[in-house]
T-cell receptor, first 112, second 116 residues
Framework: QKEVEQDPGPLSVPEGAIVSLNCTYS??????FMWYRQYSRKGPELLMY????GNKEDGRFTAQVDKSSKYISLFIRDSQPSDSATYLC????????????FGSGTKLNVKP | GAVVSQHPSRVICKSGTSVKIECRSL??????MFWYRQFPKQSLMLMAT?????????EQGVEKDKFLINHASLTLSTLTVTSAHPEDSSFYIC????????????FGPGTRLTVT
């Protein structure tokens, strides 16, 4: 079993839709949960991170962690064509948290 | 914000030659840098961890004699792909850890390597 599994997509939605991106993970010892956005042929950029369980909101983006089911989600409200990119979940490995397990990425296309 | 650069952004080389890729942290010092490889439509796979002034630590299955890593200063790490073959064609991405927070890492824009 992979440490992090992510819905591969691709996901195509109309502009303004609510987008849900999801990952599952295997190790209950994981503590930080990151979401990166990667545009084509570019490096990943950090969108949001959460620590432990719960929700975190930043503008149109909400990150959610459910540690009981080992499930993490990223929600995008009022999606825009500029949100079209690949979204990667990433989990820093304990104990140093500087090596990351990455999900396979979900490619999102927001149609105008 | 913290910026990591990579050079070159794109390189084409002939089979059997060696290619060097540079990763620089522009506005911070990074005691640790990481090298990832990303094949088309796949996620990032960690190749090695590079620590300034010491030997790199390679992930299982990564040939250390083929992928030479040098971390000569707190702002520069280099990856040299030796005797490159077409199967080494990939997108190589580095990241740098400023060491201020446990999970904090900044990624470079990547280098597209094509071996013909």
């Amino acid at each position: 079993q992979k440490e992090v599994e992510q819905d591969p997509g691709p996901l195509s939605v109309p502009e303004g839709a609510i987008v849900s991106l999801n990952c599952t993970y295997s190790n209950s010892a994981f503590q930080y949960f990151m979401w990166y956005r990667q545009y084509s042929r570019k490096g990943p950029e950090l969108l949001m991170y959460t620590y432990s369980s719960g929700n975190k909101e930043d503008g149109r983006f909400t990150a959610q962690v459910d540690k009981s089911s080992k499930y993490i989600s990223l929600f995008i409200r009022d999606s825009q064509p500029s949100d079209s990119a690949t979204y990667l979940c990433a989990i820093p490995q304990p104990p140093n948290f500087n090596k990351f397990y990455f999900g396979s990425g979900t490619k999102l296309n927001v149609k105008p | 914000g913290a910026v990591v650069s990579q050079h070159p952004s794109r390189v084409i080389c002939k089979s059997g030659t060696s290619v060097k890729i540079e990763c620089r942290s522009l506005d911070f010092q990074a005691t640790t840098m990481f090298w990832y490889r990303q094949f088309p439509k796949q996620s990032l796979m960690l190749m090695a961890t590079s620590n300034e002034g010491s030997k790199a630590t390679y992930e299982q299955g990564v040939e250390k004699d083929k992928f030479l890593i040098n971390h000569a200063s707190l702002t520069l790490s280099t990856l040299t792909v030796t005797s490159a073959h077409p199967e080494d064609s990939s997108f190589y991405i580095c990241s740098a850890d400023p060491g201020s927070k446990e999970y904090e890492q900044y990624f470079g824009p990547g280098t597209r390597l094509t071996v013909t």
